[in-house]
Nanobody
C-alpha cells in the first residue's frame, strides 16, 4: 500500500516557476515507478512525466519537454516536478501516481494516486 500527498501548487504568473513535491508513505517507495499527471477544467486527465524506480529513465509529454523536470529522492520518499517557463495552458490540478509497472504510467493506469494540487498560471 502506498499513500501519496502532493504539495507545492499555487498561483504564478506566466513565465514563472513552481516545484511540486509528492511525498509517499511506505518502505518500498524505491520499488515504484512514479509519474505526474494533470487535469484542466473541462478536459481529460493527461500524462505529464514519469520516472523509473531508480530515476535512471524519464519520459515527458511533448507539451512540457524542455520546461519541466521530474526527479526523485528515494532516501526521502519524495518525487518532484520542477516546472519552469510556465504558461496559462499549464493551469490544472496536478496528480502524482505510482505503480510497480512503468507501462501503467504511460497508459495512465497506475495503481496509486494522490489527491492533487492546483496549479494556476495567470497571463
Amino acid at each position: 500500500q502506498v499513500q501519496l500527498v502532493e504539495s507545492g501548487g499555487g498561483l504564478v504568473q506566466a513565465g514563472g516557476s513552481l516545484r511540486l513535491s509528492c511525498a509517499a508513505s511506505g518502505r518500498t517507495f524505491s520499488s515504484y515507478a512514479m509519474g505526474w499527471f494533470r487535469q484542466a477544467p473541462g478536459k481529460e486527465r493527461e500524462f505529464v512525466a514519469a520516472i523509473t524506480w531508480s530515476g535512471g529513465s524519464t519520459d515527458y509529454a511533448d507539451s512540457v519537454k524542455g520546461r519541466f523536470t521530474i526527479s526523485r529522492d528515494n532516501a526521502k520518499n519524495t518525487m518532484y516536478l520542477q516546472m519552469n517557463s510556465l504558461k496559462p495552458e499549464d493551469t490544472a490540478v496536478y496528480y502524482c501516481a505510482a505503480d510497480v509497472a512503468w507501462r501503467t504510467l504511460v497508459t495512465m493506469t497506475p495503481q496509486y494516486w494522490g489527491q492533487g494540487t492546483q496549479v494556476t498560471v495567470s497571463s
